[in-house]
């Protein structure tokens, strides 16, 4: 079946750092590839994402490339802030797997801490 | 206001009591989710629902039963709650098949004693 594997956190950062959360996955099918962030407290929210192959979802200073390849969709940042603290997952959506297509596969989260 | 919202933000039960989550959403999306989020796990999708009256189960469906009468609301019922049902749940909202994003709710934290 689907899976996503995420590396692992907690990650804590200085302000103005550069981020990188590595994002690999595993589909039956061509999925579509996401990136959700979960700040304290609340629900999660759609941070980017790319629906085919070498296309670059973008948002918010974050960036992330679908690379068939490799299979992954590594988020970077160039320079985060405080702000930024957060849980960060990866997902994929496998348009192709029938009843699959109707959900989303989570990795297990990436917990960002950015100290000033 | 507009947007999918969960009911109750926190709730605390004993073990073998019936509990229901509700989720309801004003943008008449047709598919709706339920996942419960737990440390080391992620999120799981526990059912899913692709429109009113049609449910289907997802990963972790056992202990929970789930109900659409209206498109706009997808509650989630556990019939006899249990510890390991202690979780935080939450509800998600997506337009149709062909647009494969999510909306999530702000979350319910349960807490079984």
């Known amino acids: 079946g689907d899976s996503v594997t995420q590396m692992e956190g907690p990650v804590t950062l200085s302000e103005e750092a550069f981020l990188t959360i590595n994002c690999t996955y595993t589909?039956?099918?061509?999925?579509?590839l996401f990136w959700y962030v979960q700040y304290p407290g609340e629900g999660l929210q759609l941070l980017l994402k790319a629906t085919k192959a070498d296309d670059k979802g973008s948002n918010k200073g974050f960036e992330a490339t679908y690379r068939k390849e490799t299979t992954s969709f590594h988020l970077e940042k160039g320079s985060v802030q405080v702000s930024d603290s957060a849980v960060y997952f990866c997902a994929l959506s496998d348009g192709d797997s029938g009843a699959g297509s109707y959900q989303l596969t989570f990795g297990k989260g990436t917990k960002l801490s950015v100290i000033p | 206001d507009a947007g999918i919202t969960q009911s109750p933000r926190y709730k605390i039960t004993e073990t073998g009591r019936q509990v229901t989550l509700m989720c309801h959403q004003t943008w008449s999306h047709s598919y709706m989710f339920w996942y419960r989020q737990d440390l080391g796990h992620g999120l799981r999708l526990i059912y899913y629902?692709?429109?009113?009256?049609?449910?289907d189960k997802g990963e972790v469906p056992d202990g929970y039963v789930v109900s659409r009468s209206k498109t706009e609301n997808f509650p989630l019922t556990l019939e006899s709650a249990t510890r390991s049902q202690t979780s935080v749940y939450f509800c998600?909202?997506?337009?149709?098949?062909?647009?494969?994003?999510?909306?999530f709710g702000p979350g319910t934290r349960l807490t079984v004693l």
């Open positions: 629902s692709a429109a009113a009256d049609i449910t």
């Open positions: 998600a909202s997506r337009l149709a098949v062909t647009y494969n994003e999510q909306f």
């Open positions: 589909a039956t099918g061509y999925p579509s």
